[in-house]
């Protein structure tokens, strides 16, 4: 076994990643979508995604490292899942709740983010807080369309009114803003404060007496499993611990509690 002097392992190091790069250069790349959730993920119908979640993080964190990726344009979240059973998508960046997908859908072990839900509500809203999810019952509060209901907040009688529009969360918070919903249900409290700060909605945020949501990635069974393996890899050292989260705050600060 041969071994190189010390001052000389950043060098191979560095061209150890030259070289993998290289070897990927001509790899498809991988098809990644999703739906907005922001600041993570943003975009318009006809335009790549962008956003916190990639091409900040993944584009400096990722593909550097020989993981060649094509962002797609946002879509529902029905649409992104149906894209991942028939494999016109490779890799959906947000999901979260069970990690069984369905036929045709796998999930990666990791997590890159835990949150806290709450509710985005009027500022002039007598809602404070919710000492437990009961106190829900008969409010229509928003969502997005075709996501499953989390467990509680499943057995309180809430008038869920879902959105399918690729902008559902600024959707929601314009309707709760003209009064026609009594409340908006985030998974996360960076989208919410994203929008308030973004688009000057006046809104105050209630925690909910809720476990924290884990955010994680799903992939199509039909993409190619080498790719697949590489950008789990990959995607998994640079997500680990916190620093995904550090990064996220960037995006998310605000003048002023909520």
């Not at 959730?37 to 956003?51: E, K, N, Q, T």
């Not at 993944?58 to 993981?67: A, C, D, I, S, Y």
């Not at 094509?70 to 998508?89: C, D, H, I, K, Y």
């Not at 990791?110 to 002039?124: G, S």
Request: aromatic letters at 8%.
């Amino acid at each position: 076994m041969i071994r190189l002097p010390v001052q000389s392992r950043p060098l191979a190091v560095a061209v150890a990643v030259c070289l993998l790069a290289a070897a990927c250069a001509d790899a498809a790349p991988l098809r990644v979508g999703g739906f907005i959730v922001a600041p993570l993920i943003m975009g318009s119908p006809d335009a790549p995604l962008h956003g916190a979640l990639l091409r900040s993080f993944l584009e400096r964190r990722v593909v550097p490292r020989g993981v060649p990726l094509q962002w797609m344009p946002p879509t529902s979240l029905r649409r992104a899942m149906e894209s991942l059973r028939n494999g016109t998508l490779d890799v959906l960046l947000l999901t979260s709740g069970a990690t069984d997908r369905g036929p045709g859908i796998g999930t990666f072990g990791w997590t890159y983010l835990r949150t806290h839900p709450h509710l985005a509500v009027r500022r002039d809203a007598p809602l404070r807080a919710v000492p437990t999810l009961s106190a829900l019952s008969g409010m229509d509060i928003g969502w997005v369309a075709g996501s499953t209901i989390p467990p509680g907040l499943d057995k309180v009688p809430i008038r869920w009114q879902g959105l399918a529009v690729t902008e559902w969360q600024g959707a929601n918070l314009r309707k709760l803003q003209a009064g026609r919903i009594d409340a908006v249900f985030f998974e996360n409290e960076y989208s919410p404060r994203y929008y308030a700060n973004s688009a000057g909605i006046d809104i105050r945020l209630v925690r909910l007496p809720m476990p924290d949501r884990a955010f994680f990635m799903a992939y199509s069974l039909k993409s190619d499993r080498a790719a697949i393996s590489r950008f789990d890899r990959v995607a998994s050292a640079a997500f680990s611990g916190e620093q995904f989260r550090h990064f996220l705050e960037h995006y998310t600060v605000a003048p002023g509690p909520l």
